[in-house]
């Protein structure tokens, strides 16, 4: 009975630790994405800024309409 409640605490060991690397991956790769995301919002802050462009607002935008 031991052995068996061992072997089954392995499998469920055994699985867990493949989620977790799993998980640890899409972790990594959305981190990743978040760095991109944030470098490309860096840049074009900074293109703006050089170009002396003012950001524009949803206000700004006139539907068709009128």
């Known amino acids: 009975m ?3 409640r061992v072997k089954d605490l392995e499998v469920k060991f055994s699985h867990q630790d493949f989620l977790l690397d799993q998980l640890n991956k899409i972790v990594m790769n959305q981190q990743l994405v978040i760095d991109k995301l944030q470098n490309d919002i860096l840049e074009l ?6 170009t002396g462009a003012q950001p524009r607002s949803l ?6 309409h009128y």
Not at 45 to 50: C, D, G, N, R, T
Not at 59 to 64: I, S
């Open 45 to 50: 802050k900074l293109s703006q800024s050089e």
């Open 2 to 4: 031991i052995e068996e």
């Open 59 to 64: 206000e700004d935008d006139v539907p068709p």
